[in-house]
């Protein structure tokens, strides 16, 4: 299964793609970060749908897994961070993706063990679980770690249905 991750940003969305097979091995695929800042604010909205397009047609997911908004500093912020996720969302769906949400603190716990870790720290375990050679910036970070985080739970459903088959 290819899982695209997402880690929406009105400044930055955060991207990343992994495989995972049947016995939970996890292969990295591609990552970056759609750097939209410097622009107006409805130039990056457009500009992160276009990004995600182009990326999901190169790398040709599955299933997505985005993470869910959990705070923002001002309404302002919060309005503008949601019209992102928003840009992100309609891009996985016009792909016919199927999208799961986790929140930070379900990604953070099923990456790292612990749902309150530094961001330093999914850094460094992304790297470590991918065997990446160089520790991803911060959100492309994040976003392989939501595809992680689905990852381990897509798995956990598949052994549940599988021991309610028999």
Known sequence: MRIIGIDPGSLRTGYGII????????????????????????????????????????????????EQVFMARNADSALKLGQARGAALVALLEAGLPVHEYTALQVKKATVGGG??????????????????????????????????????????????WADSR
């Open 19 to 66: 495989d995972s097979d049947t016995s939970g091995q996890l292969r990295h695929v591609a990552h970056g970060c759609l750097n939209v800042s410097g622009q107006p604010f409805l130039e990056r909205i457009g500009a992160i749908h276009r990004g995600l397009r182009h990326v999901i047609g190169d790398t040709r997911p599955d299933v997505a897994a985005v």
């Open 116 to 161: 309150h870790a530094a961001k330093e720290q999914v850094q460094s375990m992304v790297r470590w679980l991918l065997k990446l050679s160089a520790i991803p910036q911060a959100d492309a970070a994040d976003a392989l770690a939501c595809a992680i985080c689905h990852a381990h739970h897509a798995g956990t459903q598949q052994r549940w249905q």
